[in-house]
């Protein structure tokens, strides 16, 4: 009923009185992960992720001749990259032209990315990256390090690992993994970190916010923790790619054989 309903200016309940979320979650559970490899013919690589109400198509072009030629490198390949949120990915209608938001999301993303690519293998080209954020939730640009990294992977580029991505936060005075979109708004602190397990190597870390020195040591380790578990969920979202494909090769095979 209308009189119920709380003042816009009044920031909603996030954690309940049991130290639940909005969501149902604990305060170090991470939203569902779905994540698919290969889900576009046209692009090179490509990858969907949807985490929680995040939805984002990621997809690669390359390594491919520069374009303009002025811009390619004598020793190594040029690594472009562009997050873009749809005009319907969130509540109110968003204008498509690049905000400087998008601009900076673009440049960590691809920051985030460089230092696994072997670059150096495709002098003179370019490597495109576009993260096309379909429905956000909070945490995108995580999200899309996700799936950027698997479009790369997809499109067969050399890279030394894939690069995971999560964010913690602090909400009502508690720090909570993996923030949605409101916790982000209404929350005291948000913390995007990408790591890379295997090399023990933090390719992305920002800060909103403030935290004291024991919250922002305790916030990190609950990220790096959260990058493990997400890097093992793409390790088996590319296996499972290419174990449908050689089941596809292999059914194919006995058909032409009994044929
Ligand atoms: P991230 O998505 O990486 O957390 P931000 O912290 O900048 O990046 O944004 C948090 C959330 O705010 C986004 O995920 C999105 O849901 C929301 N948001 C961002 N830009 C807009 C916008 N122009 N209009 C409405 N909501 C937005």
């Known amino acids: 009923m ?3 309903k709380l003042p816009e200016s009044k920031p909603p309940e996030l954690i309940d009185s049991k130290g639940f979320r909005a969501d149902g979650r604990r305060l170090d559970q991470l939203r569902p ?5 290969g889900i576009l013919d046209k692009a090179d690589g490509s990858a969907y992720v949807e985490q929680g109400k995040n939805k984002i198509m990621c997809a690669v072009y390359g390594p491919r001749e520069a374009h303009p030629k002025h811009i390619a490198l004598p020793d190594r390949a040029v690594i472009r990259c562009r997050y873009h949120m749809a005009p319907f990915s969130v509540d109110e209608r968003k204008s498509p032209a690049p905000s400087r938001r998008e601009m900076e999301l673009s440049k960590v993303i691809r920051e985030s990315l460089e230092p ?14 576009f993260v096309e954020v379909l429905q956000s939730d ?3 640009r995580c999200a899309g390090i996700i799936g950027a990294s698997l479009a790369l992977a ?3 580029i050399p890279m030394t690992e894939l690069v995971a991505a999560c964010a913690v936060g ?5 720090l909570a993994l993996d923030l949605s979109d409101s916790e982000d708004k209404y929350g005291e602190a948000d913390l995007p970190v ?25 916030g990190l380790g ?10 093992g969920l793409q390790r088996e979202a590319l296996k499972k790619k290419y174990h449908e494909m050689k089941e596809a090769v292999e059914e194919k095979e006995e058909s032409e054989v009994v044929a």
């Not at 602090?170 to 508690?174: D, E, P, R, S, Y």
């Not at 990408?194 to 305790?218: C, H, I, R, W, Y």
């Not at 609950?222 to 890097?231: D, G, K, V």
């Open 194 to 218: 990408a790591f890379v397990p295997n090399a023990n190597l933090v390719t992305l870390l920002q800060m909103d916010g403030s935290l004291t020195t024991e919250e922002f040591e305790k």
């Open 154 to 156: 997809d499109a067969g």
């Open 170 to 174: 602090k909400v009502q005075g508690k």
């Open 116 to 129: 696994v690519v072997l670059a150096d293998l495709y002098p003179r080209t370019t490597i495109d990256l």
């Open 222 to 231: 609950m990220a790096l923790e959260a990058c493990r578990t997400i890097h």
């Open 33 to 37: 992960i779905k994540l698919e490899v």
């Open 138 to 140: 909070g945490g995108s």
């Open 2 to 4: 209308l009189w119920e």
